[in-house]
């Protein structure tokens, strides 16, 4: 069955460090791959996607994602982290079949900045 | 652009009466629209997926007689939480995919803010 992992329950960072979400994926084929972000008391906004091509993806707010095929991972990562990105962080894959368009997300991992 | 709303944003309701939920999408034609439900500190579960003009369909486990989702137009759908229970709530959030994409085969899906049951 298709799951999406994500073995940190939280993490905590220093605002200015740099940081790496890690994500990994089960999935016969390859996958469609997102990385959302939520705030509290707002929904879900897209950081990133990838369905192809280039296996490093660029995303808003200054976030990349690399797709690793052979570690079927899509770790997500910020050079410097600022505060306003402490928020819970959700990777996702997305199923294209019969039935139409799937996503499974991924726990979620809470992002806490310290000054 | 892509810009998904939903209402109320919070209720809180008696147990054994029905909550409707909308879903809106305000700047493109939502052809395909999910409801998802999540607990606290937990992750988005999909409860169904529900096409314009066509019956959703339900996530195993998920009871369709108890969540009526409605899809009647490409930018409304609307949740029917019938004769809730202090179980149910929960947060709930849709969001929405339409063909707005070039490729139209890897549709990205734009989520509401979602809307907090209390149910008493």
């Known amino acids: 069955a298709q799951s999406v992992t994500q073995p940190d329950i939280h993490i905590t960072v220093s605002e200015g460090a740099s940081l790496e979400l890690r994500c990994n994926y089960s999935y016969g084929a390859t996958p469609y791959l997102f990385w959302y972000v939520q705030s509290p008391g707002q929904g879900l906004q897209l950081l990133l996607k990838?369905?192809?091509?280039?296996?490093l993806v660029q995303g808003i707010k200054g976030f990349e994602a690399e797709f690793k095929r052979s570690q079927s991972s899509f770790n997500l990562r910020k050079p410097s982290v600022h505060w306003s990105d402490a928020a819970e962080y959700f990777c996702?894959?997305?199923?294209?079949?019969?039935?139409?368009?799937?996503?499974?997300f991924g726990a979620g991992t809470r992002l806490f900045v310290k000054a | 652009g892509a810009v998904v709303s939903q209402h109320p944003s919070r209720v809180i309701c008696k147990s054994g009466t029905s909550v409707k939920i909308e879903c809106r999408s305000l700047d493109f034609q939502a052809t395909t629209m999910f409801w998802y439900r999540q607990f606290p500190k937990q992750s988005l579960m999909l409860m169904a997926t529900?096409?314009?003009?066509?019956?959703?369909?339900?996530e195993q486990g998920v009871e369709k007689d108890k969540f009526l989702i409605n899809h009647a137009s490409l930018t409304l759908s609307t949740l029917t939480v019938t004769s809730a229970h202090p179980e149910d709530s929960s947060f709930y959030i849709c969001s929405a995919s339409g063909l707005f994409e070039e490729d139209w085969s890897t549709d990205t899906q734009y989520f509401g803010p979602g809307t907090r049951l209390t149910v008493l």
């Open positions: 529900s096409n314009e003009g066509s019956k959703a369909t339900y």
């Open positions: 996702a894959v997305g199923l294209l079949n019969t039935g139409g368009f799937k996503t499974i």
């Open positions: 990838y369905f192809s091509g280039d296996t």
